[in-house]
């Protein structure tokens, strides 16, 4: 009964360098989300995906890139880490329609 | 673009209480709205999703209204105890086919024992 796997759960990263957080949904759900969190605010949408091949824009996809090659995996890549990229990352999925969603444990990045 | 505020942004409150805590969304045309607990440093629980044709939805001591007309969202959570002591979240769907999530900065409760 997995959900939804985000690895790793920490990391630190030096200014310039790069990363690929991984999330991995087991329920087959077509839909998949990467949000950011910051202190103090709410979840800002990164990328999404409604299908293996198909991904988007969200709200805040400047320094990421994401890909869908499989319905169980979305990884999120960080190219050139920035300290502004300090945040802690959610991944999610869902089914088809406009139904629940279901959230990761979180990734949380710290660039030094 | 969907904007989702919640009032307040931090409750304190003794333990057995009763309490509602509020979200308001500007654009009604939502399709449904979720309500989420984070514990801290944690990930978020789905708590509960309100359909857009319906009015409330419960859940053991949680009761979660929606009213797309006015823009608002109350969750009343019944006889507060400790362990409801968390950051809740509340998040409207839109966007017709992916349905993205636009999240509310969140309130954080306190259940004073």
């Known amino acids: 009964n997995a959900g939804v796997t985000q690895t790793p759960k920490f990391r630190i990263l030096k200014i310039g360098q790069s990363m690929t957080l991984q999330c991995t949904q087991d329920m087959n759900h077509n839909y998949m989300y990467w949000y950011r969190q910051d202190p103090g605010m709410g979840l800002k949408l990164i990328y999404y995906s409604v299908g293996a091949g198909i991904t988007d824009k969200g709200e805040v996809p400047n320094g990421y890139n994401v890909s869908r090659s499989t319905t169980e995996d979305f990884p999120l890549r960080l190219e050139l880490a920035a300290p502004s990229q300090t945040s802690v990352y959610f991944c999610a999925s869902r089914p088809s329609g406009a139904t629940e969603a279901f959230f990761g444990q979180g990734t949380r990045l710290t660039v030094v | 673009k969907q904007e989702v505020t919640q009032i307040p942004a931090a409750l304190s409150v003794p333990e057995g209480e009763n309490l509602v805590l509020n979200c308001s969304f500007t654009d009604s045309a939502i399709y449904n709205l979720q309500w989420f607990r984070q514990d801290p440093g944690k990930g978020l629980t789905s708590l509960l999703l309100?359909?857009?044709?319906?009015r409330e939805q419960t859940s053991g001591r949680l009761n979660a209204s929606l009213d797309k007309s006015s823009g608002r969202s109350t969750l009343y959570i019944a006889a507060s105890q400790p362990g409801d002591s968390a950051t809740y979240l509340c998040?409207?769907?839109?966007?017709?086919?992916?349905?993205?999530?636009?999240f509310g900065k969140g309130t954080k409760l306190s259940v004073i024992p």
């Open positions: 309100i359909q857009s044709s319906q």
């Open positions: 998040a409207s769907y839109s966007g017709a086919g992916s349905y993205q999530l636009t």
